[in-house]
């Protein structure tokens, strides 16, 4: 009876979603149908469908599925019964992208694209798009092309706030640009009875956005992702200076009190309340501090630099990407829409709506003064999902957990190291 019953459940909800799909209603054929997991853009999406419609006729529907775990799942289900919408988004890593192309979900953007001189792929930041592109001989075996468009951009990166910065005697127009002065303005504030630094930390890919930085700064891309190829060992004194960093901030005490496994809507909430100084945030938490506390003063930066050698790297590029699905019968309406959605005007309505980075460069100089610094640092961004060759998942989930340990102080940086560099040898082994 059990085993009946449920197969009874996973049926009936097979069919619930088969059934609730728009994109295959027939007494909508000409309804553009856009299903997403932004709660905060519902609004601004509803009134982009009604402008869509009035200017050409043909109605859009969008349809919110949150939180973000829920929606994912109702697109993998909705691929395996091909009941996918004319539009929708893939959420996950790289090589979940790479599967619903190879299945056949996404179409290749690229011609149109190209069309009128790349007129419409000109009109994005180039960083913007690398997210959605596959390149020549790319490791998940996709045909070459942009098969996606960013709705927005964004960068993580560190702010700051002023008016902590005056009451400790440090000028709010000159942050930290080194991490000795990093370390340095921290010693000052502790002084002034200010904490200085909170971020999610409990949300490890917090921590490895952080630590990536610094790798990248301290040795190089190329250092990097030799490490990952397994040509590098972590035990290289290059890694175990990054993992040295952590050290550092638990031995002064530069982290605020339970950030090691603080969540980052916890840490958002403390540094709105002005009970931190500095946070390592994304360019969305200008919308997030804007709710939590109106008059909030505060600046965004580039993490200060260990090295001049190399300049800083923070992960950024496309935020929210949307995609066509190739079998849907609306699919070249689907495209127009999304040209239309992504041009100047749309897009400068939802950066003013949401104070998120517009994709597109024409809608720049209508953006707040806070979201135009997050803009200024975008030529210096970069994320795992456009890396050439990436790391083992096990390894980096105990490179970020051994990071956690030594904020804890339960262990050295060159234990960590050996304990990463140990699994890592364990799992060259295994794809032998």
Known sequence: MRLSYKNFIILFSVLLIVTGCSGGDKKESNTITVWHWMSDREDAFQELAKRYQAETGTPVKFELFAPSESYSQRVKVSAQTSTLPDIYGVLGEKRDFASFIRSGYVADLTPELSKEDSAWKKSFFEKALLINEFLPENEYKVTPGIYGVPLDVMTIQMVYNKNLYKKAGLNPASPPRSWN????????????????FVSGFGEIWLIDAFASNYAMNIMGEKKVFDTYRGTVPYTDPDWVQVLGLFKQMA????????????????SEQT???????????G???VNVYKGMNPGLEYSAMLPPAFTNARSMKVWGGSG??????????????????????????????????????????????????ILSEFADDVDSTTHPNIYPVHENPSVTEAFDKGIQSILIGEKTPEEVATEVQRLKEKELKKSK
């Not at 002065?181 to 200085?196: M, R, Y």
């Open 271 to 281: 540094f709105a309340n002005e009970r931190a100084a500095y946070s390592f945030n």
């Open 181 to 196: 002065e990093f370390v340095e303005h921290c010693g000052k504030l502790k002084d002034a009875g200010i904490p200085c």
């Open 283 to 285: 360019s969305w938490c």
């Open 251 to 266: 031995d002064q005490k530069i982290l605020v009190d339970g950030a090691v496994t603080m969540v980052n809507k916890t």
């Open 320 to 369: 929210s990407s949307l995609v066509v699905n190739s079998q849907s019968p609306r699919r070249d309406a689907a495209i127009a829409f999304l040209k239309w959605m992504t041009a100047e005007p749309q897009q400068t309505f939802l950066a003013e709506q949401t104070e998120n980075l517009p994709a597109v460069k024409g809608s720049l100089g209508k953006i707040s003064p």
